[in-house]
């Protein structure tokens, strides 16, 4: 991932450095543009929680673009707009923990017997992915060659899943009358452990998420429209997670071993989860028709005019 990262970053810089850097926008009428853009980098779901590590993984997002540019007074001000839109977004990351130990006590009155249950993993590493559906709403300021955009991203999770992988898993009961003795965990679940291997399952969490958005970088004119290149930054605003199910156990006396079921690593020990990706993004933008007359370059303008006479209308070169 990282050399994937790497290499798309020394491939938009070199085409900044190569780009000759102009004033792209030599109207002042309103305007309206739609674009398709694609965006990618690293994000994690900063889980959080005692003995929890959680590590950067790949993001990535396909944009569909909507924008609205306010009438300027003249051009020396900068285009004030509203961009929108949807986007599908993939986010990935790995959380670890060398150890997850928790106590369940049950108490059996038929048997006069309590019992207290203990479950021990170690080296667990939880693998999380999600795609998502986002809505953003945000303001853009375009001056010349360059632009920003800041505000929200909404997003709702479409898919969300988790897969385990861990070094051990054991279970122990004690009695009441302190006789301790194992009961070994076969064909049955234990921390995510399936007779020794890892396994795949749903991860369950919100139903939206918010983040703040911001998104900045420079645009060069490219078949008459417009490439924008730059980065973004994306932080989640609210806590995604409000506490994880309770493992539970599932025991029968009369037929042990005992069935243990643990949820995923972040659902078990996580007290907070949130949103953050960052990355390098790449748009293509196509300006809507208007009634200010066709697209034409500066320099076509120039020559036009100074053949004609005539000052000829223009959009804004996008």
Not at 118 to 132: G, L, P, Q, W, Y
């Amino acid at each position: 991932m990282k050399k994937i990262i790497i290499s798309i970053v020394s491939l938009a810089l070199a085409s900044m450095a190569s780009a000759q850097l102009k004033d792209l926008t030599t109207n002042t009428d309103k305007f309206q543009i739609v674009g398709a853009g694609l965006r990618v980098g690293g994000g994690s779901f900063m889980q959080t929680g005692d003995g929890l590590t959680a590590s950067l993984g790949l993001n990535g997002t396909v944009d569909g673009i909507y924008g609205f540019y306010f009438a300027r007074s003249d051009k020396s001000k900068p285009y004030i707009g509203i961009r929108s839109g949807l986007s599908i977004a993939y986010g990935q990351n790995k959380v670890t923990a060398s150890e997850v130990s928790q106590t369940y006590k049950a108490t059996f009155v038929d048997e006069g017997l309590d019992v207290t249950y203990r479950t021990i993993a170690t080296d667990i590493e939880e693998t999380n992915s999600r795609i998502a559906l986002e809505v953003p709403v945000m303001a853009s300021a375009i001056y010349k060659c360059f632009w920003a955009n800041l505000g929200v991203r909404v997003g709702i999770p479409i898919i969300s899943n988790y897969k385990q992988d861990l070094a051990s898993a054991s279970v122990t009961a004690q009695v009441t009358d302190g006789q301790n003795f194992d009961m070994p965990i076969e064909n049955s679940l234990a921390l995510g452990r399936v007779d020794g291997k890892s396994f795949d399952d749903k991860l369950e969490g919100p139903s939206f998420n918010v983040s703040l958005a911001f998104e900045g970088g420079y645009a060069m004119e490219v078949a008459g429209n417009w490439l924008m290149l730059g980065a973004y930054f994306n932080y989640g605003l609210v806590n995604n997670f409000d506490g994880g199910k309770v493992n539970h156990i599932d025991c029968d006396l009369n037929s042990l071993p005992a069935n243990v079921t643990v949820n995923s690593l972040t659902k078990s020990c996580a007290d907070k989860m949130g949103e953050m990706s960052f990355g390098i993004k790449a748009s293509y933008n196509w300006q809507l028709g208007n009634s200010s007359g066709s697209k034409i370059s500066k320099s076509s303008k120039s020559s036009k005019s100074k053949s004609s006479g005539k000052k000829k209308g223009g959009k804004v070169r996008f």
